[in-house]
């Protein structure tokens, strides 16, 4: 039997990749739904090749062009943020891959739980705005959450067939983005070009942006705390710039496991998509005659501050990595339009993080009031700053 997958966010990084996987195991994966938010032109090409059962463009102005496009298809046609909510429930979807981009996946992945389906989960933010609602859920419907993250892949790779054993802590990963090892006064210079070169991997702007900051490894602390059910001291960074050993898992007896591989988000996808098994790829494979040195350094939290606010943010825990998270997607955006510099990104999500109201037991609704007010406290600092 195939497992027909809907992709939510098919036209963005990893949603393209993952059509690549499912490409290449034809007998295997299938397409049932696809999701785009404004892509109209390469969401008509992705549908046209894989003839989904059914697409969402998020931007209904674009619908129209959408619907003409597929008509002759025999694809059904869907526009709106709400139908990226609703598409979800269709009896037809096995498992529901989360690509979205920020906020913006946190509803479509608690309908698809309340509906019972399997995630593939590669939106991070979900986790991190509203973890414990998010796993809370899954844990009542009896929904499994699959890491498409390659840190949180790899972790849980290694936690494979160990799940009885005591783990004494879980090593994340990070390549250190493209500024590893500058000084402060060197950071005060740098481009959004330069910080949109990441040294390793193929990502969106937002997650190379928080790669560069640091802030991506953050949110995958928190998005490791509620995946793994771990407590946050146990939860170590280290930045090994290879990027070829993924993460790692220590357990009570010292040993330590490590998943290694080719810096390729198709690895980590693939394998959440097809989980238990392991299938053949035709993508790049390590080879040790290639790497013959891993190095590891401590992470720089003294210039790239965003590691520091993301532990606090969870330490505090309620609505403050909702917080957080906010005003990372508002500093990002202003970057990357240059209203801010780089180093004013930390300083902007801090001085969000310190006047927006705290909530220590949020319910959905609350989170839903404190991003947007996060945003409104986020968009009226940066008129304060000067770049």
């Not at 946190?106 to 796993?135: C, Q």
Request: glycine share 4%; with cysteine.
């Amino acid at each position: 039997m195939k497992r027909r997958i809907a992709i939510l966010g098919s036209t963005g990084s990893i949603g393209t990749q993952a059509l690549e996987v499912i490409k290449q195991h034809p007998d295997k994966l299938d397409v049932e739904v696809l999701t785009a938010h404004s892509n109209a032109p390469l969401l008509i090409r992705q549908a046209m090749e894989f003839m989904p059962n059914a697409v969402v463009i998020s931007k209904e102005s674009m619908y129209e062009r959408v619907f003409d496009a597929l008509d002759p298809y025999d694809i059904k046609v869907y526009s709106g943020v709400s139908s990226i909510e609703q598409i979800v429930d269709m009896e037809s979807i096995d498992m529901v891959l989360v690509a979205l981009v920020g906020w913006s996946g946190l509803k479509p992945t608690l309908r698809a739980i309340e509906a019972g389906k399997p995630i593939a989960l590669a939106n991070k933010e979900t986790l991190v705005v509203a973890g414990e609602l998010v796993t809370k859920l899954a844990r009542e419907k009896g929904v499994n959450i699959y890491p498409v993250d390659s840190e949180h892949s790899a972790i849980f790779q290694c936690l494979a067939g160990e799940f009885h054993n005591p783990v004494e802590k879980i090593i994340l990963t990070a390549s250190g983005g493209p500024f590893r090892g500058m000084s402060h006064e060197q950071l005060l210079k740098v481009t959004k070009d330069q910080a949109l070169k990441h040294p390793n991997w193929n990502m969106g702007c937002k997650v190379t942006i928080d790669s560069a900051t640091l802030m991506n490894k953050g949110l995958e602390v928190i998005e490791a705390k509620w995946l793994f059910n771990i407590e946050i001291p146990k939860i170590e960074v280290v930045v090994h710039p290879q990027s070829i050993i993924h993460s790692m898992v220590q357990f009570a007896d010292g040993s330590i496991k490590a998943q290694l591989g080719m810096p390729d988000m198709r690895l980590p996808i693939q394998y959440a998509l097809t989980y238990p098994q392991r299938l053949e790829s035709q993508f790049p494979k390590f080879s040790f005659d290639e790497c013959l040195q891993f190095t590891f350094e401590k992470p720089d939290k003294e210039n790239f501050h965003c590691l520091n606010l993301a532990y606090e943010a969870i330490r505090m825990g309620g609505n403050m990595p909702c917080v957080m998270n906010a005003a990372d997607e508002v500093a990002v955006h202003a970057f990357l339009r240059d209203e801010i510099s780089f180093l004013q990104i930390p300083e902007l999500i801090e001085k969000s993080m310190s006047r927006v109201s705290f909530i220590k037991n949020p319910y959905l609704s609350d989170y839903e009031e404190t991003d947007m007010e996060s945003r409104a406290v986020a968009t009226e600092l940066i008129s304060t700053f000067k770049t």
